[in-house]
């Protein structure tokens, strides 16, 4: 077994030290950028990060407006929300759901998706393999 365990510390010591730093780091998204009109907020660079994400813009969009409690649709590449919000208060809400429904609870990756079996949700991870129950959006 000696020999084993010898192959093994190798094996170990010769993965690049950054592919264990790179999963301790926060999932970076762009800032977003918001712009308030009347009574209406439109966050613009809502499509480029769904992509980012590699989630639904419906999913995101349900998820930000039930946590902001108003009404939100999606045009073109925004997303706008009914009532006047800051790019702080969207930001906050968007890395609660990035945390809840992107990030591996396992591995702490982000390359993960989302599946619906039998009316449950799971997440899962391409990095690790898990494969974590999550409540719906
Ligand atoms: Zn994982």
Redesign the pocket.
């Known amino acids: 077994m000696d020999d084993y365990e010898k192959i093994l510390d190798r094996a170990r010591s010769q993965v690049p030290e950054d592919a264990f730093k790179r999963s301790g780091e926060r999932f970076q998204v762009p800032k977003i950028q918001l712009m308030v009109q009347g009574n209406r907020s439109m966050w613009q660079n809502f499509q480029e990060i769904i992509m980012i994400l590699n989630r639904s813009g419906k999913e995101v969009l349900k998820y930000v407006s039930g946590q902001l409690a108003t009404a939100g649709t999606i045009e073109g590449s925004n997303a706008i929300f009914n009532g006047k919000f800051t790019s702080n208060q969207i930001e906050d809400v968007l890395e609660r759901y990035i945390d809840s429904y992107v990030i591996?609870?396992?591995?702490?990756?982000p390359?993960?998706d989302t599946s619906k079996e039998s009316g449950a949700y799971y997440l899962l991870?391409?990095?690790?393999?898990?494969r974590?129950s999550i409540r719906p959006v």
Do not use: I, L
């Open positions: 591996c609870p396992v591995c702490g990756r390359d993960t991870c391409s990095a690790c393999g898990a974590t």
